[in-house]
């Protein structure tokens, strides 16, 4: 895993076409760091805090004061053909705040290469990838990053420097980067130097906010995506305890086991307490609406409502399972007995099979369209689950085509409403 330091370089001061030297002050620290490239200092900032930061990409246009990057290196002592090279990179920005620039990409790599003679435990990247405001600088900038920045890596983002669309498109990069590079939250940080420029000092911000934004929108989209709301119970910050219990319910929920005692325990929590940052307080609103199944005395109806909301969240292997179960659990409520007389248990697979298969199950008690689609609901379970009823053209075309799935699905909820609401024959 490296460490990749990121930033922007502008077109620096309207009225040189230059960075003028600022103090930076970051917190905790009393000594300001002086540079014109606050960059520079936040790279020694994390190296004095025990980072090595493997490498340093640089992005910009060609109007960028690139020549002002040699502010990073203390004494750095040109040679002629260097100075030269600099004074080339300082008159195209220079010009360019009225014509085109003309710097060229290979004067840029040999700029690289100029600092990175000089600056030996960091590598300097870099590039040029325009303004933002096109597709076309848009995808550069998406390319430099991607290429950098490698699997398990960990990001500094300095958004100091630079146009306001450069580090708002590189924001939303990182948060693909996130997921496709493997990186872990806490591994993206951000970092903002506010200017005062009449006393020429800048104040560092740790924008620490952008990381819960991340774990929140992560923790709200895997519940909208695959209905677990344990992150967002973790975001809420209400401690071990809570953290614990939200993942003992979420277990629970998977596993078909989830009593309403418990999360109507953690509902009242959440409804009672105060939350000091707005975001806990919208993830608590979030998480509480999640629970909602819970009001719901009834395991078959709560159950119902999971395969509904699976089923809306296309997860049709669960939704179908969830679907069925519902309907043994609720049969089972309704034959209540064996011919024996032993009390049929709703946790038995064994009984929920009686409670629909047997001479005394549901079936019997059903006409013969709740019949029939009681019966299509069990073989689209029992081709899904287990691959069987591979004969029947109906149960065949509803694996094969979603509406024919969803059609079977609605028709296996009205047997469910009719057998909880009691709409058949005694």
Same mark, same amino acid.
């Given at each position: 895993?490296?460490?990749?330091?990121?930033? %922007?370089?502008?077109n620096g001061n309207l009225s040189g076409g230059e960075y003028f030297s600022t103090d930076y002050y970051f917190e905790g620290e009393t000594t300001a760091r002086t540079t014109k490239i606050f960059g520079s200092v936040l790279l020694q900032h994390l190296v004095d805090n025990g980072k090595k930061v493997d490498s340093w990409l640089i992005m910009g246009t060609?109007?960028?004061?690139?020549?002002?990057?040699?502010?990073?290196?203390?004494?750095?002592?040109?040679?002629? !053909?260097?100075?030269?090279?600099?004074?080339?990179?300082?008159?195209?920005?220079?010009?360019? #705040?009225?014509?085109?620039?003309?710097? $060229?990409?290979? *004067?840029?790599?040999?700029? *690289?290469?100029?600092?990175?003679?000089?600056?030996?435990?960091?590598?300097?990247?870099?590039?040029?990838?325009?303004?933002?405001?096109?597709?076309?600088?848009? !995808?550069?900038?998406?390319?430099?990053?991607?290429? =950098?920045?490698?699997?398990?890596?960990?990001?500094?983002?300095?958004v100091t420097h630079g146009l306001r669309s450069q580090p708002i498109i590189t924001t939303f990069i990182l948060m693909y980067l996130r997921y496709s590079k493997e990186i872990k939250i806490e591994n993206i940080r951000f970092y903002y130097a506010s200017l005062d420029s009449t006393k020429k000092i800048g104040t560092v911000h740790n924008l620490d906010f952008?990381? !819960?934004?991340?774990?929140?929108?992560?923790?709200?989209?895997?519940?909208?995506?695959?209905?677990?709301?344990?992150?967002?119970?973790?975001?809420?910050?209400?401690?071990?305890?809570?953290?614990?219990?939200?993942?003992?319910?979420?277990?629970?929920? =998977?596993?078909?086991?989830?009593?309403?005692?418990?999360?109507?325990?953690?509902?009242?929590?959440?409804?009672?307490?105060?939350?000091? #940052?707005?975001?806990?307080?919208?993830?608590?609103?979030?998480?509480?609406?999640?629970?909602?199944?819970?009001?719901?005395?009834?395991?078959?109806?709560?159950?119902? $409502?999971?395969?509904?909301?699976?089923?809306?969240?296309?997860?049709?292997?669960?939704?179908?399972?969830?679907?069925?179960?519902?309907?043994?659990?609720?049969?089972?409520?309704?034959?209540?007995?064996?011919?024996?007389? #032993?009390?049929?248990?709703?946790?038995?697979?064994?009984?929920?099979?009686?409670?629909?298969?047997?001479?005394?199950?549901?079936?019997? #008690?059903?006409?013969?369209?709740?019949?029939?689609?009681?019966?299509?609901?069990?073989?689209?379970?029992?081709?899904?689950?287990?691959?069987?009823?591979?004969?029947?053209?109906?149960?065949?075309?509803?694996?094969?085509?979603?509406?024919? %799935?969803?059609?079977?699905?609605?028709?296996?909820?009205?047997?469910?409403?009719?057998?909880?609401?009691?709409?058949?024959?005694?």
């Open positions: 895993m490296s460490i990749v330091l990121v930033s %922007f370089i502008g060609k109007e960028s004061i690139w020549f002002d990057l040699i502010d990073i290196v203390q004494n750095p002592n040109l040679t002629a !053909e260097e100075t030269e090279l600099q004074t080339l990179l300082f008159d195209n920005a220079y010009h360019s #705040k009225t014509d085109e620039s003309q710097i $060229k990409p290979e *004067q840029l790599t040999d700029w *690289q290469g100029v600092l990175n003679s000089r600056l030996t435990n960091t590598e300097i990247i870099c590039r040029l990838v325009g303004h933002a405001s096109t597709a076309k600088s848009q !995808e550069l900038i998406f390319n430099s990053l991607d290429k =950098e920045i490698n699997k398990g890596d960990e990001i500094v983002f300095d952008c990381n !819960e934004l991340m774990k929140a929108t992560e923790a709200v989209a895997i519940y909208e995506q695959t209905g677990n709301y344990e992150q967002i119970g973790e975001q809420v910050n209400l401690g071990v305890d809570f953290n614990t219990k939200i993942k003992k319910l979420t277990f629970a929920d =998977e596993m078909h086991r989830a009593s309403s005692e418990l999360p109507n325990e953690l509902k009242k929590q959440l409804e009672k307490t105060n939350f000091d #940052k707005p975001i806990e307080h919208s993830l608590s609103t979030k998480l509480i609406k999640s629970l909602d199944w819970s009001d719901d005395l009834s395991f078959a109806k709560r159950l119902c $409502k999971k395969a509904v909301s699976n089923k809306n969240k296309r997860q049709y292997f669960k939704a179908i399972a969830s679907l069925y179960e519902a309907v043994a659990i609720a049969s089972c409520l309704i034959v209540m007995k064996r011919d024996d007389g #032993k009390q049929l248990d709703i946790n038995d697979y064994n009984d929920r099979n009686y409670a629909i298969n047997s001479n005394n199950g549901i079936k019997w #008690k059903l006409d013969k369209s709740q019949e029939e689609k009681l019966n299509n609901l069990q073989k689209l379970r029992n081709t899904v689950l287990h691959g069987t009823e591979k004969t029947i053209p109906n149960i065949m075309n509803s694996i094969k085509d979603e509406q024919g %799935f969803l059609q079977i699905f609605e028709k296996g909820l009205e047997v469910f409403e009719d057998i909880v609401n009691g709409r058949i024959k005694s």
